[in-house]
Antibody, heavy 121, light 108 residues
Framework: QVQLVESGGGVVQPGRSLRLSCAAS????????MHWVRQAPGKGLEWVAVIWYDGSNKYYADSVKGRFTISRDSSKNTLYLQINSLRAEDTAVYYCARPVGATAMDAFDIWGQGTMVTVSS | EIVMTQSPATLSVSPGERATLSCRASQSINMHLAWYQQKPGQAPRLLIY???TRATGIPARFSGSGSGTDFTLTISSLQSEDFAVYYC??????????FGGGTKVEIK
């Protein structure tokens, strides 16, 4: 079945780095733009970043621009989020999400279960 | 950036009653609006996209309406499994994609 599985979260000290992964299965990963969305504890959803189906375009939320890098490896059906210079306010569950159709900027019909990132000294 | 405002923040409803949730965009987003349901400890689930199209497997008691700046999610007869937090999201103007702050539907 169509599935997204995130990994790579954990407890990290401020200023350190982390790489999150999202393994996709059950669909043609290389045909879809992919997104990261995060949710701080007890808060709402915040869109983080998108990468086009072929990696040709990437966009970021202002709150993460310059510190986060989204990438993909279609040979491995995997999406990544490199997070540098971690801050306390980056503490959140990070979800990867797939849009409904081939248009990258769309509603998200497939979500992973999320991976928790906690930034704490 | 388009700001999405949801109201009310909390809605208390009895099972079997109708629930009406609102979402307003700070500028026109045409019909590029989605609604999600989220239960504690779970990922969001897509309910509605294109303002009024139900996602696969979503029961008919969920319906969406609106265009431009004002949108509504209606749950015609609340079931026990519908008590959750609901978010709207616009995907018309980007970046960024933006979500509303959420409406919690609780048991009255």
């Amino acid at each position: 079945q169509v599935q997204l599985v995130e990994s790579g979260g954990g407890v990290v000290q401020p200023g350190r780095s982390l790489r999150l992964s999202c393994a996709a299965s059950g669909f043609t990963f290389s045909s879809y733009g992919m997104h990261w969305v995060r949710q701080a504890p007890g808060k709402g959803l915040e869109w983080v970043a998108v990468i086009w189906y072929d990696g040709s375009n990437k966009y970021y939320a202002d709150s993460v621009k310059g510190r986060f890098t989204i990438s993909r490896d279609s040979s491995k059906n995997t999406l990544y989020l490199q997070i540098n210079s971690l801050r306390a306010e980056d503490t959140a569950v990070y979800y990867c999400a797939r849009p409904v159709g081939a248009t990258a900027m769309d509603a998200f019909d497939i979500w992973g279960q999320g991976t928790m990132v906690t930034v704490s000294s | 950036e388009i700001v999405m405002t949801q109201s009310p923040a909390t809605l208390s409803v009895s099972p079997g009653e109708r629930a009406t949730l609102s979402c307003r965009a700070s500028q026109s987003i045409n019909m590029h609006l989605a609604w999600y349901q989220q239960k504690p400890g779970q990922a969001p689930r897509l309910l509605i996209y294109g303002a009024s199209t139900r996602a696969t497997g979503i029961p008919a008691r969920f319906s969406g309406s609106g265009s431009g700046t004002d949108f509504t999610l209606t749950i015609s007869s609340l079931q026990s499994e519908d008590f959750a937090v609901y978010y709207c999201q616009q995907y018309n103007n980007w970046p960024p994609l933006t979500f509303g702050g959420g409406t919690k539907v609780e048991i009255k």
